[in-house]
């Protein structure tokens, strides 16, 4: 079973465990920055960058390890890996547990990689609006509040996280944003705080609930978190076999529950018997039903559901989005639309498809859901394309990017949710170069708007040439990264039922329309005087896109690696919402098997 990464041969980093170093890191970084002279801008330029860059670094040994010093990730468990696990509050159960998947393992990289183009980007903008100390500070903190909710193993501790990050990107909003940006960053922050709120009050249920349910079905329990821990179902070679150490968790939480810590001593007086460890109460998850009913499971999952669908943001809670992008500094929008929404769906993934089952796959609510999914696919596009502004189009274009990620999660089948994920990767990557080109053409025109433009091709042609690609990408051409996870999704919507996959098709169509548009108004035509002296990337400007672009063909021509850190997640979702898909699937198989070839 991999472990812990050892850091040339020493083991843990000074005795601190990849994934904190990986999360703590760039908070650290924000407290030196507390020291910097803030009239010595280049010097918190510098630092600001360089620090950013050696967070991803540390970020890297997650997927690769060093050669001979430690076992690095296994993708063939579906559960989660460099697991630490620390006392914190022990009189509500509540401990500091990390640990990463296949699923929150990408988003770890795509977060740090997005983290370094983002603070890159700045470097011009941050120059003319000033206050720049506070700013590299803000987006530091920011990223280790992404970080920690994507390796948090203990629900309290996600939700502190989850919280957390909040702060950073209002004040980003709030004093580095464009004219509307008090504005807009109230209107994001009350969104996603009545999402947080009602999620807490489904968190406490759950906790409480915990106990009951553990006693009522323990055995079923049981064999549903060994089921949890247990290798890829897609590896037949190592069915069978468990993730010992993320087993551990889950039985830790349920020795609580009979009245012992870890050590099987005694709780003190007073202390809870319940736990927030994740996989624990994702174990219990297909067994609330059978002890509370289902009223219970539905309220649960409109609880977490509603926090996830604002911060997704799904129709019709889409509203706060387009003014936040719109006002958002560059680096902002990057962030928001390249990992704050992934928020949304990974919640979606991680607690309300696994842990409320029952509710998810209520004819009802799994209707609801889909419904809204296909709306926002195809509202989203058709708003996008009436849009007479650059940054707002792209805003407009997320809600309907992310509706094909929730169509694939409610398909409930491995195509429609390894799908889904793509495009949570693919969504990040592309839009994030949307809005970063957005930014520029900001910086040279102090302007969105697009009739304010026209014929860049010939002013700025490395521009436009980058431009292109993103927007080839962004619309789904073959060989680029949005066309399989738009392939994958639509392939599983189909798979469920023909129409969701007809009705989401129209999404492609549409967005293909709004980017090439957008792309012949920009770049064609006649060139007017207010652009004739715009000048071209620089090698800065240019290089900043240098990783976006190579994953923008890599994932397109080859998905192969990305798919198999996906797939053990995706087959433990599925096996939760849809028990009997894997041994259907097995029953066909063998029936094609023993058809005799003609």
């Known amino acids: ?58 970020s890297i040994p997650l997927v690769t390890g060093f050669p001979g010093k430690g076992p690095g990730y296994d993708r063939a468990y579906g559960g989660l890996q460099f697991i630490e696990d620390h006392d914190w509050i022990p009189l509500i159960g509540a401990r500091y547990q990390l640990g990463v998947d296949g699923l929150a393992l990408v988003l770890v990289m795509l977060t740090t990689l997005l983290g370094v183009v983002s603070v890159v980007c700045s470097w011009a903008y941050i120059r003319e609006k000033g206050r720049e100390k506070e700013y590299y500070i803000m987006m530091l903190l920011l ?56 999620m807490l009050l489904a968190v406490l249920k759950l906790f409480f609930i915990f106990p ?59 202390y809870s018997h319940s736990s927030f460890n994740i996989a624990a109460l994702t174990a219990i998850g297909p067994h609330i039903k059978a002890v509370f009913g289902i009223g219970v499971v539905i309220w649960l999952f409109i609880g977490f559901g509603l926090s996830f669908a604002i911060k997704v943001p799904m129709f019709p809670f889409h509203t706060w989005l387009p003014d936040a992008h719109y006002d958002a500094p560059t680096a902002g929008s990057v962030i928001l639309a390249g990992v704050l929404l992934k928020m949304g769906t990974y919640g979606f993934m991680r607690f309300s498809l696994p842990i409320f089952p029952d509710a998810a796959k209520d004819p009802t609510v799994r209707q609801v859901m889909v ?26 274009s997320s809600v309907s990017h992310l509706g094909f990620v929730m169509l694939g999660l409610f398909a409930f089948n491995p195509n429609g949710i390894n799908g889904a994920v793509m495009q949570m990767i693919n969504h990040g ?22 009739a304010e433009f026209g014929g860049l091709a ?54 293909a329309a709004y980017m090439l548009w957008l792309y012949q108004r920009v770049f064609f035509g006649q060139v007017s005087k207010a652009n004739e002296g715009l000048k071209d990337l620089d090698a800065r400007e240019a290089w900043q896109f240098a990783p976006l672009i190579f994953l923008i063909f890599w994932i397109g021509v080859y998905p192969k690696p990305l798919l198999s850190y996906i797939e053990p997640q995706t087959n433990v979702v599925v096996a939760q919402v849809q028990p009997d898909y894997f041994k259907d699937a097995a029953q066909r198989a063998q029936v094609a098997e023993e058809q005799p070839t003609r």
């Not at 910097?36 to 630092?47: E, L, M, V």
């Not at 994507?150 to 702060?167: K, N, R, T, Y």
């Not at 930014?439 to 102090?446: A, D, Q, S, T, V």
Request: charged letters at 15%; glycine letters at 10%; hydrophobic letters at 55%.
């Open 212 to 270: 009951d349910v553990v006693k009522a079905q323990r055995p079923a329990v049981e064999a549903t978190a060994r089921q949890i821990a247990a290798c890829s179902i897609a590896d037949p070679e190592r069915r069978g076999q468990v993730n010992s150490e993320m087993l551990t968790l889950v039985e830790n939480a349920m020795r609580r529950v009979d009245g012992l810590d870890e050590a099987k001593k005694p709780l003190p007086p007073g």
């Open 143 to 198: 990223q280790s509040g992404m970080l920690g909710a994507f390796v948090s193993a203990d629900l309290f501790l996600f939700f502190i996280f989850w919280e957390v990050m909040l702060v950073p990107m209002y004040f980003l909003i709030g004093i580095w944003g464009g004219k509307n940006r008090l504005y807009s960053a109230i209107k994001f922050f009350l969104y996603t705080l009545v999402g947080s709120v009602v």
């Open 458 to 511: 010939s002013v700025m042609p490395t521009f436009s040439t980058i431009f292109l690609i993103v927007t080839l990408s962004s619309l789904g051409l073959p060989l680029m990264n949005n066309f399989i996870g738009e392939f994958l999704t639509i392939r599983g919507a189909l798979e469920a039922k023909v129409l969701w996959g007809a009705l989401a098709a129209l999404g492609i169509i549409l967005g």
């Open 1 to 58: 079973m991999p472990g812990r990464i050892q850091f040339f041969g020493i083991g843990d980093f000074a005795g601190i465990g990849i994934l904190s170093l990986v999360t703590w890191l760039p908070a650290v970084g924000a407290l030196l920055l507390l020291f910097f002279n803030r009239a010595k801008n280049n010097s918190i330029r510098g630092f600001a960058n360089m620090w950013i860059v050696l967070c991803f670094l540390i």
């Open 371 to 396: 419904v809204l999914s296909i709306i926002g696919i195809i509202y989203g596009a058709l708003v996008a394309m009436a849009q007479k502004d650059v940054k707002k189009l792209v805003a407009y």
């Open 429 to 450: 990557i592309s839009t994030g170069a949307l809005f970063m080109l957005a930014g520029i053409l900001y910086e040279r025109r102090h302007t969105y708007e697009i």
